[in-house]
Nanobody
């Protein structure tokens, strides 16, 4: 089992920046892929960015050039550096992990999820 706890959300004005963190605990040696997703009320969970195994990255088109996903060397903390934030980035952001190695933003592939951290961007 892997436990994930997100932090770093908050309220910011458009154009601002935030850095989200996700602390992983438990059987972290079994984690192959970690990702960030986001969800707004009434909508499905959308993949934002993923990092896998050897450091391969993938981003949703909507955040390319503005968000950066990274991990610490121990691969127990996942980060999402968000810049040039827009009101449409407002959502609950979730950290996800899985034991397999892939670059996918399909939420159905991830076994472990955090509780989420809210990001609100005002215009």
């Amino acid at each position: 089992q892997v436990q994930l706890v997100e932090s770093g959300g908050g309220s910011v004005q458009a154009g601002g920046s935030l850095r989200l963190s996700c602390a992983a605990s438990g059987y972290t040696a079994g984690v192959g892929t970690m990702a960030w997703f986001r969800q707004t009320p009434g909508n499905g969970r959308e993949g934002v960015a993923v990092i896998s195994g050897g450091g391969t990255l993938r981003y949703a088109d909507s955040v390319k050039g503005r968000f950066i996903i990274s991990q610490d060397n121990a691969k127990t903390t996942l980060y999402l550096q968000m810049t040039s934030l827009k009101p449409e980035d407002t959502a609950m952001y979730y950290c996800a992990a899985d034991g397999r190695y892939y670059i996918s933003l399909d939420k159905n592939l991830y076994a472990y999820w955090g509780q989420g951290t809210q990001v609100t961007v005002s215009s």
